[in-house]
């Protein structure tokens, strides 16, 4: 009988095939019902107590190299099937190539506007306190200009809270640093606002301080036409007076537009005339608070809502598309 087996064995090692119905017949030869293995099996209840042990460890040994057998052959038939199925010579799909947001396109602009006359960028985080968003900024508690800037709290008593303008950073940055300062810092920010195609509770900032000796407003008037010039092409600027707690004197900015076309007319509402931000000389009580000499610096500071003008540029209507992630939206900007 051992013979027999080793004999076996062997068949089963050296056995192989690509055929469906070969490999059946051999399952069938070794582990049909009336297959070898089953009379193998009878024939061990007749073996002397003395070789069982032997005996049974080869017979074993046969049925796994035979079971192993027949799943390698099963599994590689399995694979031949796939390879006959498909058609592996035809072109793969083509990997997505993602785009930047029209958000980071303009932010990136703006940065490079003002890097060429010496802005750094700078960086603030999200989540502030109550100095840095408002107090430090000469709103104290109370001050009626809180109310614009309604936004989420996270914490009461200290105040903990999601910052309502990248105004913060400008605390942040001149706590740390000495002037002269020339930074720009943009980012994201929060107000709780009802959600509608001009506003959103979530929107990007970006903001401007320079502070030096002698920084005047003419150097202010002076710096946001360079910009607009680079940004829209357009020179022509007026500085129309209005109020921020942490400038003073205080200015909205407006470019004018032209009015050329039926858009232009719509989007300036038949003035000629589009508001792009809010700006100013920063005030005294500002700088006292974060340790500068007012008596020995001054300077200027600004900010401007980046979706505004992505919205300008572009000409789109609605500021919700900015967080909608639909591709066919984000697609249109892939060659920028
Ligand atoms: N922080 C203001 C806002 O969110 C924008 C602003 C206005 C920033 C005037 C400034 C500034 O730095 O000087 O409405």
Not at 79 to 107: A, M, N, W, Y
Not at 171 to 194: S, T
Request: net charge negative; hydrophobic share 35%.
């Amino acid at each position: 009988m051992l013979e027999n087996i080793a004999a076996l064995l062997e068949e089963v090692n050296q056995f192989s095939s690509s055929n469906k119905d070969e490999i059946e017949k051999f399952r069938l030869k070794f582990n049909g019902k009336k297959g070898i293995l089953n009379d193998l099996f009878e024939e061990f209840k007749k073996v002397p107590n003395e070789h069982k042990k032997e005996a049974g460890q080869k017979v074993n040994a046969l049925k796994q190299s035979f079971q192993q057998k027949l799943d390698n052959l099963k599994n590689s038939t399995k694979t031949e099937q796939i390879f006959e199925k498909e058609d592996f010579t035809k072109p793969g799909f083509p990997l997505e190539l993602g785009t930047r947001h029209p958000i980071s396109l303009v932010k990136n602009r703006i940065i490079d506007i003002f890097k060429s006359i010496g802005f750094a960028v700078a960086d603030g985080p999200e989540i502030e306190d109550d100095w840095h968003n408002f107090t430090a900024l000469n709103l104290p508690e109370y001050h009626p200009a809180r109310d614009m800037q309604d936004t989420f709290f996270i914490e009461k008593d200290p105040d903990v809270l999601l910052r309502t303008h990248t105004s913060s950073v400008q605390i942040r940055y001149m706590e740390e640093n000495e002037p002269p300062i020339r930074i720009l810092a943009p980012g994201r920010v929060f107000r709780n606002e009802a959600i509608s195609s001009r506003s959103h509770c979530i929107f990007h900032q970006i903001e401007g301080l320079y502070i030096d000796k002698n920084v005047s407003y003419a150097d202010l008037k002076q710096t946001l036409q360079f910009f607009t010039t680079e940004l829209f092409g357009k020179s022509k600027i007026r500085l129309r007076p209005s109020y921020f707690p942490f400038t003073e004197p205080s200015a909205e900015v407006d470019v004018y537009w032209g009015l050329n076309s039926e858009t232009d007319y719509r989007i300036t509402k038949g003035t000629g005339w589009l508001e792009i931000m809010g700006c100013g000389m920063v005030d005294p009580a500002v700088l006292q608070n974060v340790n500068i000499n007012p008596d020995e610096f001054s300077g200027f500071a600004f900010g401007m809502g980046i979706e505004r003008i992505v919205m300008l540029l572009h000409q789109m209507g609605d500021i919700r598309m900015f967080f909608e992630n639909d591709k066919r939206m984000l697609e249109q900007f892939k060659s920028l």
